[in-house]
């Protein structure tokens, strides 16, 4: 679906894929010293206005006749994935909306932002940063930045700011990300889903106010009939989506710049390559000395007598992480979160995929060469 049409020229495509993850494409230079207006061509083959200007976008932006809103005939999506999103309602509140709507909107939302409000949140996201890199240091290496940090702390801040329940993540995370899902059906019940959790978190603040931009709303706009609860969800989902991946995207790369500064670059990432159904075995046969800590594995490196262990005689016993159960929802919930990580690297030109299936000896020559 997201193959572009066939066009006859192809230096018409926009958008344009970026080759380095920090810069705009290359590509993008013949339209600017072509500028202020370029003809491009979308991904439906339709002919568009580029519009690379400086005073020619500021006047563009300012002008009333220019919409935002995507339900607008002939609004210029930029890929099949986004023309479809944009039919489910969530570009329903502010990103999809003009003034004098977007004004209204944007004003009910001002008091929960003020500075007050802001530097009163500081204790509580202060709190969750250091309750992230205190667990990574007490987990020792290696760690997982983006698994462990760079996705938690905007999760759990923007709980914070919404008055959401944090425990409650297992109900709105995983749709959150499944909004964006390629396949339109997905993406429909996981706008389900999420409109499902808000409609009843929204409902149970009303009997039972908490402190959060979701009961500033209740208590100054629901409550005297300026804003429906329909709304309210759909501010609750968008402030939720779109603090998350942008923040975790911005904490995940200031790793690369603070190792950049520090005279140590990340020059290689490594990705080892391994089937599930192989990750499975590995780990499912896994068992654990508990007298002297030393690993086993029932198919791999089996002790003499199944279950005792050859060095010590201790008891061997399978870690709760290393059920099939766990590992399986690990490696779901590994697989969205690697993929932007890996797609950085890949597109940085660093990444080296080793095919994990080989003898140890042969995955760490591979490595290191
Ligand atoms: C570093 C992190 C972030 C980046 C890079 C970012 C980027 C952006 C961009 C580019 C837009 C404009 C989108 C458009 O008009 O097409 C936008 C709008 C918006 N962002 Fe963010 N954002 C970040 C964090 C957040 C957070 C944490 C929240 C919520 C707590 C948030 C809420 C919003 C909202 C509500 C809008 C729509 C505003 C409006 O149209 O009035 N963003 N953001
Ligand atoms: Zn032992």
């Known amino acids: 679906m997201s193959t572009p049409a066939a066009t006859p020229d192809e230096t018409l495509a926009f958008p344009i894929g970026r080759q380095c993850p920090y810069r705009p494409s290359a590509g993008y230079d013949a339209f600017r010293a072509d500028g202020p207006l370029s003809r491009v061509r ?21 002008d009333r006749r220019v919409s935002i809103n995507p339900r607008v005939a002939g609004f210029p999506a930029l890929s099949a994935e986004m023309a479809e999103l944009e039919t489910t309602g969530y570009t329903d509140v502010l990103i999809g909306v003009d003034p004098p709507l977007h004004t209204r909107q944007r004003a009910m939302l001002i008091p929960s932002f003020s500075v007050r409000r802001m530097n009163a949140l500081r204790p509580a996201i202060q709190d969750i940063v250091d309750q992230r890199i205190d667990a990574m240091l007490a ?7 983006v698994a462990g940090f760079a996705l938690p702390v905007p999760s759990m801040a923007v709980c914070v700011l919404l008055g959401v329940p944090y425990e409650d993540r297992a109900a709105f995370e995983g749709p959150a990300r ?29 009997s039972n106010p908490g ?32 603090g998350q991946d942008t923040t975790a995207n911005v904490i995940s790369l200031a790793l690369d710049a603070l190792l950049f500064d520090l005279g140590t670059p990340i020059d290689r990432a490594i990705d080892l390559v391994l089937p599930d159904a192989e990750v499975l075995r590995r780990l499912a046969g896994r068992r654990t000395c508990r007298g002297c800590g030393r690993t086993w594995h029932t198919e791999f490196a089996a002790p003499a007598c199944p279950n005792v262990c050859d060095r010590c005689g201790g008891e061997l016993f399978q870690r709760h992480d290393d059920n099939p159960d766990r590992i399986t929802a690990g490696l779901q919930s590994y697989r969205p979160a690697a993929a932007a990580t890996l797609s950085h690297y890949r597109a940085s030109g660093k990444l080296t995929s080793i095919d994990a299936t080989l003898t140890p000896a042969e995955v760490t020559a591979k490595a290191l060469a």
């Open 42 to 62: 979308l991904y439906d083959g339709r002919e568009v206005w580029l519009v690379t200007g400086y005073a020619e976008a500021r006047a563009l932006l300012a």
């Open 139 to 145: 987990a020792g290496p290696p760690t997982d930045l």
């Open 178 to 206: 499944g909004l964006f899902d390629a396949d339109p059906e997905r993406a429909g019940e996981a706008m389900a889903a999420l409109t499902d959790y808000f409609g009843q978190l929204v409902r149970a603040k009303e």
């Open 211 to 242: 402190t959060g931009l979701l009961d500033d709303l209740i208590a100054e706009q629901v409550r005297k009939g300026t804003l429906s609860r329909d709304e309210l969800v759909l501010y609750a989902m968008l402030m939720l989506i779109a």
